[in-house]
């Protein structure tokens, strides 16, 4: 898929993270009602959407993933960036729909949802959910322009994404109510439980 005349869609997954109140690596949680992880889902559902899916970041991945494209995160970047980071500069001309690998409820409807939202003037895409318009810079979109924007912050030791929220070339926007599942992650085992209870 082309975003625009000159910027092939690819997508990220971010894996790797502390994971300290969850106790375990969660891109290697059950998915709800279905034997595959919750990497192996976001996965299915990012391949519905874009021609090529990578893994950023280190940590084991299930058998019928190791075949896929593997991103050491960046050197000297601090949390989620450093994933989104490394996979801009391999592939510098990409834009790029980027996750977290802990979204159980994540569905191809909101994907498309998202990337129905960039306009040729933004060089990011970030939904803002409820009435505090909390931004959501991980499941978001970036266009390759963003990668400059990315590194400076990451020069001067701002590693926060959210901070991009504030950017001119940034589109927050809000996300519709019945969306909204796809961006719900899960950080502790009891919101796993809920997940797979409700389904």
């Known amino acids: 898929m082309t975003i625009d005349s000159d910027a092939t869609l690819l997508a990220c997954v971010l894996i790797g993270g502390q994971s300290r109140r969850m106790g375990r ?5 059950p998915a709800p009602d279905e034997p595959r992880t919750l990497l192996e889902r976001t996965v299915a559902r990012l391949r519905a959407i874009a021609p090529a899916v990578v893994i950023a970041g280190a940590g084991e991945v299930p058998p019928a993933l190791e075949r896929l494209d593997r991103i050491a995160d960046a050197a000297g970047v601090a949390g989620p960036m450093a994933g989104i980071v490394a996979a801009m500069r391999k592939y510098p001309r990409a834009a790029w729909l980027t996750a977290a690998c802990d979204h159980p409820g994540m569905e191809v409807e909101g ?3 998202l990337l129905s939202q960039a306009s040729p003037e933004h060089w990011i895409v970030m939904p803002a959910i409820g009435s505090q318009c909390v931004v959501q810079p991980l499941l978001a979109f970036y266009r390759p322009q963003a990668l400059a924007l990315l590194e400076e912050m990451a020069s001067s030791g701002r590693f926060s994404l959210a901070e ?15 969306l909204a599942g796809s961006w719900r992650d899960v950080d502790t085992p009891e919101e796993v439980d809920w997940c797979t209870a409700c389904g």
């Open 111 to 113: 994907l498309e949802w």
């Open 164 to 178: 991009l929220a504030q950017h001119p070339k940034t589109r927050v926007v809000g996300l519709p109510a019945h």
């Open 25 to 29: 690596p969660k891109h290697l949680l």
